[in-house]
């Protein structure tokens, strides 16, 4: 196989140092019969360039499923790290593919990674992308809900300063703490700071403080800009406190935490009781 500027160092056992190899490109672009035919001559799946990036990782940066697949079941090896952290399921998840993100989980891929100060973990990813089913896939498979990434915090601080109000909704109903802090900045924070009224409104909903100061002595509103919607919205809830049966299915959902959604399924009560704790209608139409 050609190989530009070939080093022959070892890196523990993944194979030896190469710049981008013809198997990088193959999978780069999704080519996955040439992909299948340099596997069949012999080419080592595990070549990495002096970035420690595995073709495994060049299909999932673009999301080409096929090569993905004949990768891992030609010996991929499914964790392996680039210099900066990144896994091929960090890479399937900021790129929003779901099928690239499947198949590594089924060869077993760590949903959890140890996390770096270069890298997010592939919940983090999938919020920074905003691609709601892969968000889904990767809770359902195990995601620390609060893991801390040391630029964005945990996973629903970054989902809101993204302007994903369906990971937001995502990671709320899975138990996500919605006053989790970084730097004393809490999610509501950066819900008025994007102005969205419909997220502000939907982490009110989950008990989010609208008092809450940051490490400047800040509340939310005063990331809001005067006389617009979100600056609205939080005064409005500052003069009308909520009600005492949206507060009574907050403190139920924080007592039951990741295990809300599970238990509250189980409980032996109306359905339309059990719609509501579930956030499926709203005060009023009880």
């Not at 673009?62 to 890479?91: F, M, W, Y």
């Not at 919940?123 to 920074?128: D, G």
């Not at 609060?146 to 709320?172: M, R, S």
């Not at 924080?254 to 959604?261: D, E, G, M, V």
Request: glycine content about 4%.
């Amino acid at each position: 196989m050609e190989v530009t500027a070939a080093r022959r160092s070892f890196l523990c056992d993944i194979g030896f140092w190469a710049d981008r190899t013809v198997l990088h490109e193959a999978a780069s672009h999704g080519r996955a019969l040439q992909l299948k035919q340099l596997i069949e001559t012999g080419s080592s799946v595990n070549m990495v360039t002096v970035d420690n990036i595995t073709p495994l990782h060049e299909a999932c940066i673009k999301a080409h499923p096929n090569c993905v697949r004949l990768l891992l079941e030609a010996g991929a090896q499914v964790d392996v790290r680039t210099i900066h952290g990144s896994t091929p399921l960090c890479n399937a998840c900021a790129s929003g593919s779901l099928e690239c993100a499947r198949l590594l989980l089924e060869y077993g891929a760590k949903v959890n990674p140890s996390l770096t100060a270069l890298t997010a973990s592939p919940l983090h990813e999938a919020c920074i992308q905003g691609n709601v089913e892969v968000v889904k896939l990767m809770i359902a498979s195990g995601a620390q809900l609060e893991a801390y990434d040391v630029h964005f915090g945990p996973p629903l601080h970054i989902a809101c300063a993204k302007e994903h109000v369906d990971c937001v909704k995502e990671l709320l109903i899975s138990g996500a703490k919605v006053n989790s802090v970084k730097f004393h900045e809490t999610a509501l924070h950066h819900a008025a700071r994007v102005n969205m009224v419909d997220m502000i409104e939907l982490l009110v909903e989950f008990g989010a403080n609208i008092y809450a100061s940051d490490n400047l002595g800040k509340k939310p509103v005063d990331y809001a800009a005067p006389a617009s919607p979100a600056y609205s919205c939080l005064t409005c809830y500052e003069s009308n406190p909520l009600s005492l049966q949206q507060l009574c299915r907050i403190t139920v959902r924080k007592y039951l935490s990741t295990r809300a959604s599970e238990v509250i399924g189980q409980l032996d009560i109306s359905q339309r009781i059990r719609n509501y704790l579930q956030y499926c209608v709203r005060p009023s139409s009880l």
